[in-house]
C-alpha cells in the first residue's frame, strides 16, 4: 500500500542524492504507473524519480530533464523485459509522453508531447 496511490509511495520517488528533500511526482505520472501495474499484475520499482539539479548533472541527466520536475520515472517491472515494459508504454501512448529504453531499466514521463529513444 502507498501513500500517494494504491501502490505507490512518495518515498520511492525520492531524489537518490540523500542530500536533498526533492520528492516531488506528478498526479498524471503516478496514474500512467497505476495502470501500468494493473496490466503487469507485477510490482513495479523506481529507481530513478525526482531529481534535484545537481544529482542529474552527476548522473548526466538532460538540462531539460523531465526528472527536475517530477515528471518521470525510470522503473523496473519485476519480471518483465524491460523492453517489454517499453512496448507496452509505446502502445499504449503512442502519441505522446516520453519512453527511453534500457537493457536493464525502463523511463517513462509525462511530457505532453512524444518523445522515443534507446539508450546505448
Known sequence: MGD???NFSRHEFSCNCRDCDFD???AEL???LEKAREYFKRKINVTS??????????VGGSVKS??????????????VNPH????YFRTEYPDKYGIGQGD?????????????????
Open 4 to 6: 500517494i496511490s494504491s
Open 30 to 32: 503516478i496514474t500512467v
Open 49 to 58: 524519480g525526482a531529481r534535484c539539479t545537481l544529482h542529474n548533472m552527476r
Open 104 to 120: 536493464s531499466f525502463t523511463h517513462i514521463d509525462v511530457r505532453p508531447n512524444k518523445a522515443r529513444w534507446k539508450y546505448s
Open 66 to 79: 523531465q526528472h527536475l520536475y517530477g515528471k518521470a520515472a525510470d522503473i523496473q517491472v519485476e519480471g
Open 84 to 87: 517489454a515494459v517499453a512496448e
Open 24 to 26: 516531488t511526482v506528478d
